[in-house]
């Protein structure tokens, strides 16, 4: 869709990428809840987690995993959250799938 801003970030900026395979990417979050805080966005369009393939899960573990060791590496995190959220009720603002990686630390005082 050429008005999401996700599907503008899949073909822009590789060198602001922190990881990429085939059908996923991950870059800092815009509006961080955390120092490192990023997105694994799917490069194709789809607007939630369940219009997603099931056949992109590999994929999309992998990209997950890959910068959440980066993240937690670069960050000295104790540890990290994965949040997906999927239509407005639930607090998608952006309507394309995307996982935040939040990296932790005990005690940080994030809630979320």
Known sequence: MKDC?????ANKDKEKKIYENDNFFSVL???????GH?????KKHFKTTLDMPNTLGDEL???????ALKTVKDTNSEG?????????AAGQVIHHVHFHIIPRKKGDGVKL
């Open 5 to 9: 801003i996700f599907c503008t970030l």
């Open 29 to 35: 979050d815009v509006n961080p809840v955390t120092i």
């Open 38 to 42: 990023c997105l694994v966005i799917s």
């Open 61 to 67: 573990l992998d990209c997950i995993k890959n910068t």
């Open 80 to 88: 990290f959250k994965v949040v997906n959220n999927n239509f407005s």
